[in-house]
Structure formats: structure tokens, C-alpha cells
């Protein structure tokens, strides 16, 4: 056993080491990329398709494998980020202040470009920062938008205001690496009691148009009972006439046949005395 056979170490044995090193050099450095997520390997230059030269290369979706001491790997989430966006006294056009709630959703943008952007300014920061930095941003610009549009054009349109907003927020987004998929404001206030007024205001137009179109239903209900009554008036006058014309006719047809009848009597007896 003391010999040099009795250091040799069986097959079976250095397959199992050599398996075990190897299956924990590939979960060390043999990297897994999620479709939600990016892996961003930062430790060596590389030029991008633009011609830029960044200290990095970004992994999205599959596997890659980090080369030890060299690189480092860092991962970046590509899920969607909701955000709650309030703002206080934001002028609108006219100096009306108003509290504006929304909610939007962003996300890290997962062309090339825009993923450059997002890894150079959020890669070493926490995810709860690079939320602040986009509803930060998205408020920015509400303000921005609010100042050119009326309040009765952001109470009553707020498809077109969330509209606005998108095409205001979108440059600065992209230069963020972020994009906004959805927005939609939920409430539209103001503590100076304008919003209401408003709504006090046209609520009375729609109950004074609705009076008035019913008053005016019922004068030419009225006019039209009136018209119909005169009608019948001016029938039951026609009528009325034609049987008195008729019985005067009657009357004087038998007067004449009596007046007829007493000639021919007299003319007879007349006669009848000559005789």
C-alpha cells in the first residue's frame, strides 16, 4: 500500500470530481436569460452597430457565458413598472390650479439603443430608484402639458389629454431608455371650486334647454289643438249652415206649392161662378 500504487486514485472517482468542477464552473459562469429580463456583462469593450464603443454587452433571452476574473454580469428586469402620478397646483392655461391623478405604465425600451441608455443610467441603481426617476419624469411633463391646455379641455377630453402627455413624455423617455405603454388619468380636480362651477354651469344650460324644448313642445301641442279646434269650429259652422240653407229651401219650396195650390183653387172656383 506504501508503493506508488497506493496513490492511484480510481477512474469512476476523478469523473465524479472532474463532473462536479465543471457542473460548478457552468453554474457559475454559464449565464440564463429570462424573455423578462436582460443580462448586461460589463468588463470588456465592444463597438455597437451605431459605431459607439461601450465596456459592455447586453444578453436578451437565451444563455451566455461570462469569462471569469474579466466580466462581470448584472441583471435588468423588462417588466412592466406601474406607477401612481399625483400633481398639486399645476397651472393650466388661464392660471386655473389643478390636481391631476393618473396612472401609467412604463418599461425599459428592448431595442439596442434604448437599452444602452437604460444601463448606463440605472444598472447600479435600485429598482425603487429607477421607479422615482420615471414618475419624477412623467410628472415633469404633466405639468408641462397641463400649462397649454384649459381646464375645461382637461376635464372634458382627457383621451386627448393623456394623448398629449404621451407625445410630450416620449423624447424624454427614450433618452431614459424607458417607453410608456399605457396612461390614463383618473381624476381631474381643483380646490378653487372652478371644475364645479363649470359643471354647475352646464348642467343648468342642459335643464334650461330641456325646459325650453319641452315649453316649446307644448305650444305646438297647444297650437296645434288650437288649429284642430277651429277647424272643427269652422266644419261644424259649415254644416250648421248647409241645414238651415236646406230647410229655408224646404220652407219656400212648401210655400209655393201651398201658394200654387191656393191659385189653382181660386182660379176653380172662379170658374165654377162664371158658369
Known sequence: MGGPLGWFIPIPVVAVVLFIVIAIFLSRYLLICHPNEV???????????????VGYRIIQGGKAFRIPIIEKAARMSLETI????????????????????????VKIQSDESSLGN???????????ELHKIAKDTLEGNLRGVLATLTPEEVNEDRLKFAQSLIGEADNDLQQLGLQLDTLKIQNVSDEAGYLDSIGRRKTAEVLAEARKGEAEQAADAQEAEAVARQRAQVAKAKADQAIRTAEIEAELEVKRSQASADSSARQAEAEQAAL
Open 118 to 128: 437604460a444601463v448606463e443610467r440605472f444598472l447600479s441603481l435600485p429598482e425603487s
Open 39 to 53: 443580462i448586461i456583462l460589463s468588463g470588456r469593450k465592444r463597438k455597437l452597430s451605431d459605431g459607439k464603443v
Open 82 to 105: 406601474p406607477l401612481e402620478l399625483s400633481v398639486k397646483n399645476a397651472y393650466s392655461k388661464g392660471g386655473i390650479p389643478l390636481k391631476v391623478d393618473a396612472i401609467a405604465n
